[in-house]
């Protein structure tokens, strides 16, 4: 699944890449797929977007959004396998779920292996869709500050959100993050998965503010995960420090057999010498 600092560097490419273009005509899915989710019939969907210009893409959390001009917005939300850009229209794949073609002879499609949303608004009306709506700050903005982070922690008190994997994880707290980023986010912050919110000291909580910000960076930097494609269908070359590879090996700091446990609905690395 595309977490934050996918959808950052598939946005950026777009804008880079796509901006200015001019739309010959596009469909929807020619795949069924019970999990993918569109707001518009097919019919509705290529007549809206005919002739259409593209202007810029931008991300909030898990959701991708790219100007559709004049007066639309397509979002691309919570998605999961490859969004790509075509030098040719014949290297588009043969089954997708949202296929764009421009009059450049260029083209872009969206084909998802798990789940995802892929709507077409009227610019406006995005802001009220479901999860989108009322979003909370995401870590990567400006306003994500540590006093705001503080502030987030309080306000789990009393909450069904008691640990530090619950608050990178659950009801999208912090959104744009998921259970793979937050494996290493907690190693870096040297915390294990379960440790109580409310215990969390001072020193904590900078720590685990700062590996947020600093590995969402490294991953930006290094154009995603590993197992994650870019625009170009370049994998990402950020090799995850915690995952399924490293469990029982030793870990790279203190030499401690990595454990695996399920928790929160998923599985979780750690180091039980090193995160506490």
Known sequence: MFELPEYTILANQMTKTMKSKVIKNASLGNSPHKFVWYNRTHEEFARLMYKKTVGDAYVRGRWLFMEMLPGHILVLGECGGKILFHQEQKYVPKKYHLLINFTDGTAFTVTTQMWGAMELYKKGEELNRKYIKDMKITPTDKDFTYQYFNKLIDECNGTDVNSTKGLLTQNQLI??????????????????????????????????????????????????????????GNKGKYIRIMDKNSSGKPCMKCKTKIEKIQYLGGACYYCPQCQI
């Open 175 to 232: 959104p744009g993050l998921g259970n793979s980023i937050a494996q290493d986010i907690l190693f870096n912050a040297q915390l294990g998965p379960k440790h109580p919110l409310n215990n969390l000291s001072t020193q904590q909580r900078k720590r685990l503010y700062d590996s947020i910000r600093k590995t969402l960076q490294e991953i930006i930097a290094k154009n995603g995960r590993y197992d994650e494609y870019d625009l170009m």
